[in-house]
């Protein structure tokens, strides 16, 4: 999280509901760029900040939803509040099914936007903070021995310490032993809060429980 200032990022080709939407925004301190096209904003767009984009459904070059797929294919993952006119309506519940936050149809009051910008910011939060909890894990688990990794990852799948030091041909007290090293540089305090936090880092390398 290389910015954690929330940024409210706003596309339209409309100028003067650019103007408008970047005017509200600012009358409650929130940071906002306003761009006429989605090409601009995929020129100035910083995946490194804490932000959501609001955007028209139905621009000129690359629309709302083109822009949600380009955005998607690079892994890009910023809330998405469509704006919306009636006959767009259809195009906005596939943009909910893609993943997007919030859909606005026009006209629509204020605090309606408001309330959809605090939400996809929340979200976005929430994000960034699961992400940054999956690449601690990743790196205490970087500092396991092969061998604490493997009872590590015998213990999570259930396995009792008398059949890990049968499989592994160790003692029970050097299995022991290997799980309280564990537990102690995960800074885990129990069984099932190690459960949980290999599962968080489950798609980290080396990190899956074995089969069989």
Same mark, same amino acid.
């Given at each position: 999280?290389?910015?954690?200032?929330p940024?409210?990022?706003?596309?339209d080709?409309?100028?003067?509901?650019?103007?408008?939407?970047?005017? @509200?925004?600012?009358? @409650?301190r929130?940071?906002?760029?306003?761009?006429?096209?989605?090409?601009?904003f995929?020129?100035?767009?910083?995946?490194?900040?804490?932000?959501?984009?609001?955007?028209? &459904?139905r621009?000129?070059?690359?629309?709302?939803?083109?822009?949600?797929?380009?955005?998607?294919?690079?892994?890009?993952? &910023?809330?998405?509040?469509f704006?919306?006119g009636?006959?767009?309506?259809p195009?906005?519940?596939?943009?909910?099914?893609?993943?997007?936050?919030?859909?606005?149809?026009?006209?629509?009051?204020?605090?309606?936007? @408001?309330?959809?910008?605090?939400?996809a910011?929340?979200q976005?939060?929430?994000?960034r903070v699961?992400?940054?909890e999956?690449?601690?894990?990743?790196?205490?688990?970087?500092?396991?021995?092969?061998?604490?990794?493997?009872?590590?990852?015998?213990?999570v799948?259930?396995q009792?310490?008398?059949?890990?030091?049968?499989?592994?041909?160790?003692?029970?007290?050097?299995?022991?032993?290997?799980?309280?090293?564990?537990?102690?540089?995960?800074?885990?305090?129990s069984?099932?809060?190690?459960?949980r936090?290999?599962?968080?880092?489950?798609?980290?390398?080396?990190?899956?429980?074995?089969?069989?």
């Open positions: 999280m290389t910015n954690d200032k940024l409210v990022y706003v596309i080709d409309d100028a003067a509901v650019r103007e408008s939407l970047g005017l @509200l925004l600012e009358s @409650l929130l940071a906002n760029e306003v761009y006429g096209s989605a090409l601009e995929l020129d100035a767009y910083d995946p490194g900040r804490h932000s959501c984009l609001v955007t028209d &459904i621009m000129p070059a690359m629309s709302g939803l083109e822009l949600q797929q380009k955005l998607a294919q690079d892994k890009a993952e &910023i809330p998405i509040i704006i919306t009636h006959a767009d309506v195009m906005a519940v596939s943009a909910m099914k893609a993943g997007a936050s919030d859909f606005l149809r026009k006209p629509f009051r204020d605090q309606d936007l @408001l309330d959809c910008i605090h939400k910011l929340w976005d939060r929430e994000r699961l992400l940054q999956e690449a601690t894990i990743r790196a205490c688990l970087k500092t396991l021995t092969p061998r604490e990794l493997e009872v590590m990852q015998r213990v799948s259930g009792a310490n008398k059949v890990i030091a049968i499989d592994l041909d160790i003692s029970a007290r050097t299995v022991e032993l290997h799980r309280a090293r564990v537990m102690q540089k995960l800074g885990m305090r069984l099932a809060e190690l459960v936090t290999v599962d968080k880092a489950s798609n980290a390398q080396g990190v899956n429980p074995p089969t069989g």
